[in-house]
């Protein structure tokens, strides 16, 4: 599969392409070292000392099983990052899919109820508006501020622009806010989870205009 080349505002390069499955160990390993200070991780893995490891697990298993299936998921050709989508009216989950899904269970341990009490808290809170979905994206430390987010986000970016589709995410760190908001993110809501000490911002990007040749010229 060709790479392609994605651009940020800021200029820096990067070649892209769809992640595949011998792909999953790698980019599992970057996205626990991005996450692994994260608010969210550490609700779900409290055990700092455990969490990396932990945190290897989940994203295998969230990237081979939930979105390589049904979503779509970008990489770089170095693995050192990812960006995971899901699409417009993804349909359900199949049987198969959902008995797939039960070995989250011995990922999350004691944590699971609480896990599924987040799910639902953003579920109620999900737009029903049909949208392309960044679920996870994320970048190892040793790569981040030079643009490899940008570079893995624009794939999609452009093609919800193309089709005139909207996209929509859930910020757990406030420092992000700036890096969504300069690719056309907005933030429409803020909550505190219940019965946690998590604040999540809820994003959403509505699709750019077309550009008309010549607009603007005297």
């Given at each position: 599969m060709d790479p392609e080349v994605a651009v940020d505002p800021g200029g820096a390069a990067f070649e892209v392409r769809r992640l595949l499955p011998a792909d999953v160990s790698t980019v599992s390993v970057s996205l626990a070292k991005?996450?692994?200070?994260?608010?969210?991780?550490?609700?779900?893995?409290?055990?700092?000392?455990?969490?990396?490891?932990?945190?290897?697990?989940?994203?295998?298993?969230?990237?081979?099983?939930?979105?390589?299936?049904?979503?779509?998921?970008?990489?770089?050709?170095?693995?050192?990052?990812?960006?995971?989508?899901?699409?417009?009216?993804?349909?359900?989950?199949?049987?198969?899919?959902?008995?797939?899904?039960?070995?989250?269970?011995?990922?999350?341990?004691?944590?699971?109820?609480?896990?599924?009490?987040?799910?639902?808290?953003?579920?109620?809170?999900?737009?029903?508006?049909p949208h392309f979905y960044l679920g996870t994206i994320g970048t190892e430390p040793d790569s981040q501020r030079r643009g490899v987010g940008s570079a893995l986000m624009l794939p999609v970016l452009q093609r919800c622009d193309e089709q005139g589709l909207p996209a929509y995410l859930e910020s757990s760190k406030f420092e992000n806010l700036a890096f969504y908001h300069r690719h056309g993110f907005e933030v429409v809501k803020q909550l505190t989870v219940p019965d946690a000490d998590l604040t999540l911002w809820l994003m959403w990007r509505e699709p750019k205009p077309p550009e008309v040749p010549g607009a603007g010229s005297g």
């Open positions: 991005a996450f692994r200070d994260d608010p969210v991780s550490a609700y779900l893995f409290p055990k700092d000392g455990r969490r990396l490891r932990q945190l290897v697990r989940y994203f295998r298993f969230q990237v081979s099983v939930v979105f390589l299936p049904r979503g779509e998921c970008w990489t770089t050709t170095g693995l050192e990052g990812a960006a995971l989508w899901m699409p417009p009216r993804s349909a359900p989950p199949t049987v198969r899919e959902a008995m797939a899904q039960l070995p989250i269970l011995a990922i999350l341990g004691r944590r699971t109820n609480a896990a599924v009490k987040l799910v639902r808290f953003l579920e109620e809170n999900h737009p029903r508006t």
